[in-house]
Nanobody, 122 residues
Framework: QVRLVESGGGLVQAGGSLRLSCAASGRTDSRYTMGWFRQAPGKEREFVAAISWSGGRTNYADSVKGRFTISRDNAKNTVYLQIDSLKPEDTAVYYC???????????????WGQGTQVTVSS
């Protein structure tokens, strides 16, 4: 089992930045692909970004390319999501997820955090 805990969300004005963190604990000895997803009110959860275990490969949703950056520090068992140029439509609960699968194109993950709220005011 892997436990994931997100942090770093909050209320920010449009144009601002946030850095979300996701700390993993438990069976972190395995190599996990990590992903970020988000769910806005009244909408389905959507993929945001993914990163390979080594950090050498990343994948982003078209809607966030150029504004979001995913990274990881395996020594700290932590994954980050840097969000710049925030827009009101970025308002959502952001979830961290992990999977032992290597593909960054999959959307089915095995472990999920509880989420952190990001609210962007206009």
């Amino acid at each position: 089992q892997v436990r994931l805990v997100e942090s770093g969300g909050g209320l920010v004005q449009a144009g601002g930045s946030l850095r979300l963190s996701c700390a993993a604990s438990g069976r972190t000895d395995s190599r996990y692909t990590m992903g970020w997803f988000r769910q806005a009110p009244g909408k389905e959860r959507e993929f945001v970004a993914a990163i390979s275990w080594s950090g050498g490969r990343t994948n982003y949703a078209d809607s966030v390319k150029g504004r979001f950056t995913i990274s990881r520090d395996n020594a700290k068992n932590t994954v980050y999501l840097q969000i710049d140029s925030l827009k009101p439509e970025d308002t959502a609960v952001y979830y961290c997820a992990a999977t032992p699968r290597v593909s960054l194109l999959i959307r089915v993950y095995d472990y999920w955090g509880q989420g952190t709220q990001v609210t962007v005011s206009s």
